[in-house]
Each structure stands twice: as structure tokens, then as C-alpha cells.
């Protein structure tokens, strides 16, 4: 897969459209991702389920109390408007660890 020249929203919906491209929060709205447009991307097929179980993980980890930070940072390959790679960090403010998953290679 390539979708280096995915270069705007406008033809990453119509990507969606065509069922190639899957809309996908960035920061998950279950702790506290807001739904606008700079936190939805657009990923291919089995990423969002990848996001989804790492999400419910965090969650777990933020009702344990073993976290209470997030960070998601995309990383793109020259102008596409199709991440590459999703990290992720968790921490807590007062606690040593933390959780950094990432989704490498999404194209």
C-alpha cells in the first residue's frame, strides 16, 4: 500500500468512501479525545482494531490508576495525509513506568 499521494482530507473521506481508508481518533474520545478534526486521521484496514485493543488497555491502566498522562503523536512520510505510524505514551505524573505502544508500518 502507498498513499503517499493522499495529500488532503477531501480525498482521504473518498478513499473512505471506497472502503480503502477507515476514519479513526487519534486521542481516544473515552479519555477525553475531543471530536474535531485535527484528532481524526484516516488509517487502512486493521488499524483501528490494532488502536481499539490498545485503547482498552489504557483505559485499564487509567482506571488502575497507573497512569493519568497521554500523549498520541502521527507521523506521516512526506505530504500524505495518511499516518505512517501512530505513537503512543502513557505516564503517570507521580509514578515511575509507563506505557508506550506504538503502530509501526501502517503503510
Not at 9 to 21: D, F, P, Y
Not at 52 to 80: A, M
Request: net charge negative; aromatic share 12%.
Amino acid at each position: 500500500m502507498d498513499f503517499s499521494d493522499v495529500t488532503s482530507r477531501e480525498q482521504a473521506l473518498r478513499l473512505c468512501r471506497e472502503g480503502k481508508l477507515f476514519e479513526m481518533f487519534l486521542f481516544p474520545p473515552e479519555l477525553g479525545g475531543q471530536e474535531i478534526p485535527e484528532n481524526i486521521t484516516f488509517v487502512p484496514l486493521g488499524i483501528p482494531e490494532i488502536k481499539q485493543q490498545i485503547t482498552e488497555t489504557l483505559i485499564r491502566f487509567f482506571q488502575e490508576g497507573l497512569l493519568n498522562r497521554l500523549s498520541v503523536t502521527p507521523e506521516y512520510k512526506g505530504k500524505s495525509f495518511v499516518p505512517c505510524k501512530i505513537q503512543m505514551k502513557g505516564w503517570h505524573t507521580e509514578k515511575k513506568g509507563g506505557f508506550e505502544p506504538s503502530i509501526i508500518d501502517i503503510w
